[in-house]
C-alpha cells in the first residue's frame, strides 16, 4: 500500500479555516485519494475522495496537487464539532480493496 | 441516512471465552469488513468478505477468528477463546462499491 505522511496534530480556531496536509510522492495512477476522520468514541467516517480535480462536498473540500504527490482537505468553517482524527488515505479503484490507517491528524478545534 | 449497526456496544468476557461479534450492514452493500483498534492506537484492517467468502485478511486474523454472514443480513465476528490482547473496539463496515465505507459505532470488547 501506498504510504501517506500527515502532521501528527494540528490546531484552528473555531470558525476559522482548516487546511489539513497530506504528502503521498508514491501514489500510483490507480489510486485515489480518501480522507475519512474519527470523532471521539466514534467509527471512522468518510469525508471525501477524489483523483485528479479537486472535489468539493458539504463536509470539506479536496484540492489536489497537479503532480497527485499531495492534497489538502480543507475545512472552510470548523466548528467544535470537527476536533477528530483525520487519515488520509491511498486507495486503489480496483475492487472495493480495504482501508489502511495511518496515524492521522489530530485536530484541535479552540473555542 | 442508513447506517451500520453493531451489537454489543460493550461486552466483557472472560480469558478463553467464545465472543460472537454481530453487525447489520447497509441493506444493499456488497462489501463487508471488521476492523479493529486497540485503545490508543491505530485502526487495523482484519478482514474482507464478498460474495460469501473471504477475500482478504491481515496476520492479526488467525485461526481463532471466523466471520459469517449466516443469513443474508447480519454479518458476524467470531473469537472463539479470547485472549487480553483482543481487548480493543471492533469496528463493522459495509460498501456498494468501495468509492465510500460505512463503519458503525463499534463494539468495545473487554477480555479480563
Known amino acids: 500500500d501506498a504510504k501517506t505522511t500527515q502532521p501528527n496534530s494540528m490546531e484552528s480556531n473555531e470558525e476559522e479555516p482548516v487546511h489539513l496536509p497530506c504528502n503521498h510522492s508514491t501514489i500510483s495512477g490507480t489510486d485515489y485519494i480518501h480522507w475519512y476522520r474519527q470523532l471521539p468514541s466514534q467509527g471512522p467516517e468518510y469525508v471525501i475522495h477524489?483523483?485528479?480535480s479537486n472535489v468539493n462536498n458539504r463536509m470539506a473540500s479536496l484540492a489536489i496537487a497537479e503532480d497527485r504527490k499531495s492534497s489538502t482537505l480543507i475545512l472552510h468553517r470548523a466548528t467544535l464539532r470537527d476536533a477528530a482524527v483525520y487519515y488520509c488515505?491511498?486507495?486503489?479503484?480496483?475492487?472495493?480493496?480495504?482501508?489502511?490507517f495511518g496515524q492521522g491528524t489530530r485536530l484541535t478545534i479552540n473555542p | 441516512e442508513p447506517e451500520v449497526t453493531q451489537t454489543p456496544s460493550h461486552q466483557v468476557t472472560q480469558m478463553g471465552q467464545e465472543v460472537i461479534l454481530r453487525c447489520v450492514p447497509i441493506s444493499n452493500h456488497l462489501y463487508f469488513y471488521w476492523y479493529r483498534q486497540i485503545l490508543g492506537q491505530k485502526v487495523e484492517f482484519l478482514v474482507s468478505f464478498y460474495n460469501n467468502e473471504i477475500s482478504e485478511k491481515s496476520e492479526i486474523f488467525d485461526d481463532q477468528f471466523s466471520v459469517e454472514r449466516p443469513d443474508g443480513s447480519n454479518f458476524t465476528l467470531k473469537i472463539r477463546s479470547t485472549k487480553l490482547e483482543d481487548s480493543a473496539m471492533y469496528f463493522c463496515?459495509?460498501?456498494?462499491?468501495?468509492?465510500?465505507?460505512?463503519f458503525g459505532e463499534g463494539s468495545w470488547l473487554t477480555v479480563v
Open positions: 463496515a459495509s460498501t456498494l462499491s468501495g468509492n465510500t465505507i460505512y
Open positions: 477524489g483523483l485528479t
Open positions: 488515505i491511498l486507495r486503489s479503484w480496483q475492487g472495493a480493496q480495504k482501508l489502511v
